[in-house]
């Protein structure tokens, strides 16, 4: 009996330690998928580099107690999944959009950066653009002032030829 209350505590232990590394952790209520939407789901988010599992409802309601995140216990009742990430925005992005394609997968709620996220910030998560997108944004941002200095001076050697002429 022993044997098997310590694996259990093992288990809780890892669901902990998972909740307290992750950037991004979403919850899901996963009934009315069918075994060909579920395995559809789980490849894009192992796509997007996100860990996707289903744990019993008291092992996550003990290791959310040991990760400090006791409001998400009202969250694990039903058939939950949860969505692990070290990316603050891939798993509500793809959770999101299957959710909009499958009206069965219901969003629960999570945990961004070590707070409980309700699920009106995880719907704006998903509305950012990616880390790819952000970046080419502030690549876009820090080259203007280059790129408009480069045409004012390319007008002002144009007007210069223009009155040598």
Not at 31 to 58: I, M, W
Not at 75 to 97: C, M, R
Request: proline share 2%; aromatic share 6%; charged share 25%.
């Amino acid at each position: 009996m022993s044997k098997v209350i310590e694996q259990k505590k093992q288990v809780v232990a890892e669901i902990a330690e998972k909740f307290r590394s992750s950037q991004s952790t979403i919850l899901v209520d996963y009934r009315g998928l069918n075994v060909a939407e579920v395995t559809e789901l789980r490849a894009q988010l192992r796509e997007a580099g996100v860990e996707f599992k289903v744990y019993k409802n008291t092992m996550s309601r003990r290791a959310v107690e040991e990760a400090e995140l006791s409001e998400l216990n009202d969250l694990l009742v039903g058939p939950t999944a949860i969505a692990f990430s070290e990316d603050v925005i891939a798993p509500a992005k793809v959770l999101s959009n299957f959710a909009k394609e499958h009206e069965a997968l219901e969003i629960k709620g999570g945990v961004v950066e070590g707070s409980v996220a309700t699920l009106d910030q995880i719907k704006e998560l998903a509305s950012l653009p990616n880390y790819e997108g952000m970046l080419s944004m502030l690549l876009s941002v820090l080259q203007a002032p280059v790129r408009n200095f480069a045409y004012a001076a390319k007008a002002i050697a144009e007007q210069k030829e223009e009155q040598g002429a």
